[in-house]
């Protein structure tokens, strides 16, 4: 009896339980010629990024390929800034925060001669596909660079601002929202020795997940994010009936990006309709950027790296991998950057009640 022969992309069998496929005896993968793979982060830096890079590096190498890393992001594929990696160069990396490529913003890759360099450089060193590493500004660079330039690229999404649509979460978002966790924990503290309100700021220009997720953690009784209005007066009343039970301390976690202008401008505004009031303002800042990865965010970035090789030889290109209820998935750049994220509706919901 002849088998039957399924043909399935390396992703795709990835994802298959193996009791789905009783009858698979012969796989046929649809291999793509690609030989040599370029790697780079770009934007701003996320606790995991390292993993990434590893995962990558060494599951080429272990497929046969030659990956090059691009230092510097965008400008450094501009200027030449390239070099073939080995294992090696990726051992001791896992636990470590930042990037050991490097990132940068590069306002030349923006312009049509920006890219036509980026373009040869990549020719020059004879690199067949990409995968980059990176938030929005990122993709939205890879649309207009793969409009003009046939290179196939996989994107991974590196950012700890949890923003990007077609992942439940980004990489770096669980490291910085743990980073909030520990420092509002400890303002906490000093909070109910003082009987103070502390107002304390976290990163999120145009998204509130960190502001949203340490605050519920951390039991804020304020959670001010760019998604959602809120009412000053709201808050005023909130904090008066607090004083007159005798409610003293209060944590309220502020986005960077709120509609109040952040934590110091939230202050003043605080200030000027309750006489008396004492706040502490803290401003986490880029604290939130660095340190080890987290367990979830090693195995998140382990997990996205591996899989970026595999789509690139697969054929898949110009998608950015995520992962959406446990499994691996891939969406298109054009659609990670025009379709902006569902926001978590049912969270907000949780905020309400249990900070009565």
């Known amino acids: ?33 690609i030989q040599r793979i370029g790697l780079m982060t770009s934007g701003g830096d996320s606790p995991g990024m390292n993993a990434a890079i590893r995962a990558i590096v060494r599951t080429a190498i272990y497929e046969g390929l030659q990956p090059f890393g691009i230092y510097r992001g965008y400008q450094g594929m501009i200027e030449g800034q390239i070099k073939a990696l080995q294992t090696t160069d990726v051992s001791n990396t896992i636990h470590r925060g930042g990037t050991i490529l490097k990132t940068a913003r590069s306002k030349e890759f923006m312009t049509e001669e920006g890219m036509k360099k980026a373009y040869e450089q990549l020719k020059k060193h004879d690199i067949d596909a990409l995968v980059m590493i990176g ?19 996989i994107g991974l999404p590196g950012t700890i601002d949890n ?7 980004t990489i770096g978002f669980d490291t910085a929202v743990n980073t909030a966790i520990q420092a509002i924990d400890k303002i906490r503290d000093t909070a109910d ?27 804020a009784e304020h959670i001010f994010i ?14 008066q009936d607090d004083q007159l039970r005798k409610k003293l301390t209060n944590i309220i976690v502020v986005a960077e990006g709120d509609e109040f202008g952040g934590a110091q401008e939230l202050s003043r505004l605080l200030l000027t309709k309750i006489p008396g ?13 660095g340190g080890a990865p987290t367990c979830n965010d090693r195995l998140l970035s382990s997990r996205l790296g591996y899989a970026a090789v595999q789509a690139l030889l697969a054929g898949k290109k110009n998608e950015m991998a995520g992962l959406i209820n446990g499994e691996i998935c891939f969406t298109p750049f054009d ?22």
Request: glycine fraction near 6%.
């Open 277 to 289: 009031l004492e706040t502490r303002v803290t401003i986490l800042g880029h604290v939130q950027r």
């Open 226 to 239: 760019p998604e959602k209005a809120e009412s000053l007066d709201m808050i005023i009343d909130h904090i």
């Open 135 to 153: 938030g929005d500004g990122t993709f939205r660079g890879a649309v207009e660079f793969f409009k003009r330039f046939d290179i196939p690229a």
């Open 193 to 219: 020795s003082h009987d103070r309100v502390f107002i304390v700021e976290v990163m999120g220009r145009d998204a509130g997940y960190i502001a949203l997720y340490s605050g519920i953690a951390c039991g």
């Open 335 to 356: 659609q990670c950057v025009k379709t902006r994220k569902p926001f978590p509706d049912d969270m907000m919901k949780i905020v309400d009640v249990l900070t009565k």
């Open 1 to 33: 009896m002849q088998s039957e022969i399924f043909e399935v992309s390396a992703v795709d069998f990835l994802n298959y339980e193996y009791k789905k496929l009783p009858l698979l005896l012969n796989i046929q993968y649809h291999m793509s010629n």
């Open 163 to 169: 923003d990007l649509n077609g992942t439940d979460f």
